[in-house]
């Protein structure tokens, strides 16, 4: 069983930076890819991120330019480096992960906010 624990958000005012980190429990178990997925209230969830195990990248429009995704294996750890913050990336963050095999996440986190103030 993978359990995901997300850090890093805050408040923090625009054109800030903000890390957030996923460090992933998943004992015995081959994690493929993980992501970043954030939802605004009243909004879709959205990917902003996602990276393989070996390191392949794919971004969503809203973070292209701004945000950079990065993984550590030998830490179970994905992070997500997020410059240029604003108002409009104010949502909750969530880390998810998806096993070799799987064609979906399968494991999600309890997200970490995220606040940017107009």
């Known amino acids: 069983q993978v359990q995901l624990v997300e850090s890093g958000g805050g408040l923090v005012q625009p054109g800030g930076s903000l890390r957030l980190s996923c460090v992933a429990s998943?004992?015995?178990?081959?994690?493929?890819?993980m992501g970043w997925y954030r939802q605004a209230p009243g909004k879709e969830r959205e990917m902003v991120a996602t990276i393989t195990r070996f390191g392949t990248v794919d971004y969503g429009d809203s973070a292209k330019g701004r945000f950079t995704v990065s993984r550590d294996n030998t830490k179970n750890t994905m992070y997500l480096q997020m410059n240029n913050l604003k108002p409009e990336d104010t949502a909750r963050y969530y880390c998810?992960?998806?096993?070799?095999?799987?064609?979906?996440?399968?494991?999600w986190g309890q997200g970490t906010q995220v606040t940017v103030p107009s």
């Open positions: 998810a992960s998806r096993r070799a095999g799987l064609s979906l996440f399968d494991t």
């Open positions: 998943a004992s015995g178990i081959s994690i493929h890819t």
